[in-house]
């Protein structure tokens, strides 16, 4: 936009719509190891790129869109004809440089292949989404996933304004302030999965990395490792420490005063942790309550004899999540007499 002023000067202005958010708009293949890695990010709430972290570094994300199902090369006006799956996420905390292999294919050939990094939680799956006029993203939107395709996967950053697309999703953002962010409350959400595919042959299965896996033992491995390090952490600050394990980690005395911990630990970004009904309601009871998070721990070696090793410490202290901040995955069930 130019406008005029005097009778010579031209100052070139950017108009921002407040009703506009950031978008990071990313095309993911449908092979195997790019549906591999889509179903991992989406479980441990991260993702990231083959590049070095200076490429995106300048880039502002309110949301992160993961687009699969359409096949990218091809003109734009059939792209526009066609539908797409849409992971609907909303970002987390800063991009960083991953120092640990995470994703499946990373974990598998012992190598970061993705350094560039960051947290995303996810807020919806939508299929089927036309990617023309009558979808719920503009033009440019639209394109960018494409151009997404076309580059490999790395994310391209557009501004639109969000509201179809929330309509869309039934949720009702909230803003802290008149110029911050949209933030979806998570207790409008429901879990977001990839639908699963057939297991492959055994001989030729991906590793797993240790974010939100199923094998235990990893999992059991990067639990430890975050909670030595918060004992570490704890003691040099003067604290003594007991460990409980249920329905907190650790007892912290010192003086006559009392604090508890709750532990958590992955090797993806620190985003959202999985918590028991036990573990929120004794955040939200006893007065002084930490919740540690350990985020990018080093996972080597195979079951059972895993290694670990690195991280990321993330101290939220005098913690109550909130009931926004929490989105039911689990039920229990009585069975009918």
């Known amino acids: 936009m130019s406008v005029f002023m005097g009778e010579r000067q031209h100052v070139s202005v950017t108009v921002i719509d407040m009703a506009e958010a950031s978008f990071l708009m990313v095309h993911v293949s449908q092979s195997a190891t790019g549906q591999d890695n889509l179903a991992f990010g989406l479980e441990t709430r991260s993702w990231g790129f083959p590049s070095r972290i200076k490429e995106y570094a300048s880039t502002k994300m309110d949301f992160v869109i993961l687009g699969t199902g359409a096949k990218p090369r091809v003109d734009l006006g059939l792209w526009l004809d066609d539908t797409i799956d849409l992971y609907v996420c909303q970002a987390v905390g800063n991009v960083y440089e991953g120092t640990a292999p995470h994703w499946p294919d990373e974990a598998h050939d012992h190598l970061v292949k993705y350094p560039t990094r960051f947290g995303i939680e996810p807020l919806a799956r939508l299929t089927d989404v036309p990617l023309g006029p009558t979808g719920p993203l503009p033009l440019a939107g639209s394109d960018a996933i494409r151009r997404s395709g076309l580059h490999r996967g790395f994310g391209k950053p557009v501004r639109f304004n969000p509201d179809k697309l929330f309509k869309l999703m039934g949720v009702t953002p909230k803003h802290s302030s008149a110029d911050s962010a949209p933030l979806i409350p998570l207790n409008q959400t429901h879990p977001v999965q990839v639908p699963t595919r057939p297991k492959p ?71 959202s942790v999985e918590l028991t009904a036990n573990e929120v309601q004794h955040a939200r009871e006893f007065p002084e309550v930490d919740l540690f998070m350990v985020s990018d721990i080093t996972v080597t070696g195979t079951t059972p004899n895993f290694t670990t090793s690195g991280g990321t410490a993330t101290l939220l202290p005098n913690w109550e999540p909130a009931d926004e901040d929490l989105r039911p995955t689990r039920f229990e069930y009585r069975i009918p007499s």
Request: charged share 30%; aromatic share 4%; proline share 6%.
């Open 201 to 271: 042959p055994r001989s030729v299965r991906h590793g797993t990395g240790a974010g939100r896996q199923s094998d235990p033992r990893k999992r059991e491995a990067v639990e430890r490792h975050a909670v030595d390090l918060a004992i570490q952490h704890y003691r040099q600050a003067g604290w003594t420490v007991k460990e409980v394990g249920k329905p907190y980690d650790l007892r912290l005395t010192k003086a006559g005063a009392e604090r508890r911990v709750e532990v958590k630990g992955t090797t993806g970004a620190p985003t």
